[in-house]
């Protein structure tokens, strides 16, 4: 079955910063995109970035120069480099695929504060 196993999260201060991870199995990874979002206390689940099976990246405007999302097939791995972040970052981080139906990891918390 489908696994996302989301890794890195903590407490970082502002301006610092994370590298998220998620360990994917139970489907053929290098065939699907990937995503990240991300849920803040009180607001709704949003995507903050994807990358398609080729390499592809988007990214949402609030975070567009601060996180880089990258994949290693090899590994079946996906990543979120998140740089320069700010208060606002603060958030549960999920990992997401979609097939005929979406599948999420647990989520790992991020927490950017003095």
């Known amino acids: 079955q489908v696994q996302l196993v989301e890794s890195g999260g903590g407490l970082v201060q502002p301006g610092g910063s994370l590298r998220l991870s998620c360990a994917a199995s139970?489907?053929?990874?290098?065939?699907?995109?990937m995503r990240w979002y991300r849920q803040a206390p009180g607001k709704e689940r949003e995507l903050v970035a994807d990358i398609g099976s080729g390499g592809t990246t988007n990214y949402a405007d609030a975070v567009k120069g601060r996180f880089t999302i990258s994949r290693d097939n090899a590994k079946n791995m996906v990543y979120l480099q998140m740089d320069n972040m700010k208060p606002e970052d603060t958030a549960v981080y999920y990992c997401n695929v979609r097939s005929f139906v979406q599948y999420w990891g647990k989520g790992t918390l991020v927490t950017v504060s003095l």
């Open positions: 139970g489907f053929t990874f290098s065939n699907y995109p």
